[in-house]
Each structure stands twice: as C-alpha cells, then as structure tokens.
C-alpha cells in the first residue's frame, strides 16, 4: 500500500542544534515528495518539494531535504534550529500520476531558547 | 486520533456541473479545513469551516464557487460548483483535534480527485 511515514512525532532540540527529520515513502513508481510546516495556530504552509532532477531540494528558511531513492526516503534537515521553527512538520507525497495525497503523521518539534 | 472519512475518492465530472465533497470524523472536532492541491503544486488552504458559523475562506476562493457546509462538529461538505477543467485537482478535509492525546493534532482525509472534462 502507498503510504508516507514519519519515525519521529515529537523532537525537542535547544536553538542552533541541527535538524533532521524522518520521511519515509512506500511506493514503487514516481513519486513526488513535499514537506509541509504547520505554526501554531496557522496553517499549512510548503516548505520544500522534489519532483525530479537534483536530489538534494532547498527551500524556504534554510530548510533543506534529500531525496535518497534506494533508501525511501526524503529527510528533511537545517543545520541550525531557531526557537521560531517551533511547528508541526508534515511529509507528504503522491505518485507522479496524479492520485490520492499521502501524508505522514507529522513531527512536532519544539526548540528551546 | 480523529480518524477520517472523506468521500468520493475520485470523480469525473463534466463541465458545469457541481460536486460536493464529504467529510466525515470519528470525533468531534472544533477546526476543520478543505485544501486543494492542483496538478504540480503545492497544498493551498481554501477555507476554514467552524460550526456554527460562516466559512472562512482564503484569498482567491468564494463561497459562490466553493459553498461549504458544517451542520455538526463531526460532518463538513465542501461543494466545487459550476466546474471547470481548472477544478481538476486533489480536495483535502483536515481537522485539528484539540483533544488528541499526542502530539498529533492535525489529520488528514485521504483526498478526493477530482478530474474535470
């Protein structure tokens, strides 16, 4: 079955720690890839995506993630935590056909000042 | 976790007709929110329906395009009326759960494609 899969659900980390999240997918054909960011009390917003080409994407606010094919997977990382980075962190893909959006469960991360 | 049940799963609908989107939750929930996400694009906030009262909705959309419906705190619709290709999308009903136990408060329906003719 597709599905999108998150290890982490909540992650505490001090300011200017380094970030990595998990992002796993399941699916056998192409796959576009995004990570989301919730703020609290706001909504979705697009962090970064991958639809093809160069594996490592950047996106806004220093967030990067790399697309490693053989592993599944889609990690999203910044080198240095701000306490404003404190969110809800979604992975998301769907097939490159088109088909039902697949979300993971989310990381929580909570950065202390 | 609030589980969710959206419906239909996908649709092929023609030009100028309307479809309404059901989303239905195991829990009561105060927040419920319809996305869209076009072809190659990211996930956009349509509108934020509260029951009770009128949907809030995001710049770019309209009621008379997208009526939404929230009779109860477990129950939303979201109508795309008058259809045009450019409707053709992926529908999503979220809902923020305050009285999830995790730190998992967001949830997701598994979405609705749509395709317009």
């Known amino acids: 079955a597709q599905s999108v899969s998150q290890h982490n659900h909540h992650v505490i980390l001090s300011e200017a720690a380094s970030l990595e999240l998990g992002c796993n997918y399941s699916y056998g054909g192409t796959v576009n890839l995004f990570w989301y960011v919730q703020y609290p009390g706001q909504h979705l917003q697009l962090l970064l995506k991958?639809?093809?080409?160069?594996?490592l994407v950047k996106g806004i606010k220093g967030f990067e993630a790399e697309f490693i094919k053989s592993k599944f997977s889609f990690n999203l990382r910044k080198p240095s935590v701000q306490w404003s980075d404190t969110a809800e962190y979604f992975c998301a893909g769907t097939p490159n056909t088109g088909n039902q959006f697949y979300f993971g469960t989310g990381t929580s991360l909570t950065v202390i000042p | 976790s609030a589980v969710i049940s959206q419906k239909p799963s996908r649709d092929i609908c023609q030009r100028g007709t309307s479809l309404t989107i059901q989303c239905q939750v195991d829990s009561q929930v105060t927040m419920m929110f319809w996305y869209r996400q076009q072809p190659g694009q990211s996930l956009t906030l349509i509108a934020t329906a509260n029951q009770g009262s009128e949907a809030t909705y995001e710049s770019g959309f309209v009621i008379d395009k997208f009526p939404i419906s929230r009779p109860n705190l477990t129950f939303s619709t979201l109508t795309v009326s008058n259809m045009s290709p450019e409707d053709s999308s992926i529908y999503l009903c979220s809902v923020e759960d305050e009285t999830a136990t995790t730190n998992e408060k967001l949830f997701f329906g598994s979405g609705t494609q749509l395709s317009v003719l």
């Open positions: 991958y639809f093809s080409g160069d594996p």
